[in-house]
């Protein structure tokens, strides 16, 4: 889902509320998240998931075209992780549709 269907679909659900509010709603519920994220904080949803920054040490790698090795400094990546509810709900064994 894009962040646009997401607006759509919240708007939708709130029919009385206008979808440049929205959407500027969603933006800064993105925005903070990343920013929390980028400070070091870890961010949870309770029932959905959390996410938070990993820190990566430097090593050695390959350039997969020509194979030669290259050093890849010390980084911090985004990581996400599901809650035990979210991962109850995708993996809930759902009957196919038998039209």
Excluded at 7 to 36: G, H, M, N, T, W
Excluded at 61 to 73: D, E, F, I, L, Y
């Amino acid at each position: 889902m894009k962040r646009s269907e997401l607006v759509l679909a919240i708007s939708q659900q709130y029919p009385d509320v206008k979808i440049e509010k929205i959407d500027r709603f969603v933006r800064i519920f993105f925005d903070c998240l990343a920013e929390a994220i980028a400070r070091g904080e870890t961010v949870r949803v309770r029932g959905l998931c959390s996410f938070h920054a990993r820190y990566r040490r430097p090593r050695l790698g390959r350039n997969p075209k020509t194979g030669a090795q290259v050093s890849v400094s010390s980084k911090r990546v985004p990581f996400f992780q599901a809650s035990r509810t979210l991962k109850a709900l995708v993996n809930r064994q759902v009957p196919l549709d038998e039209s």
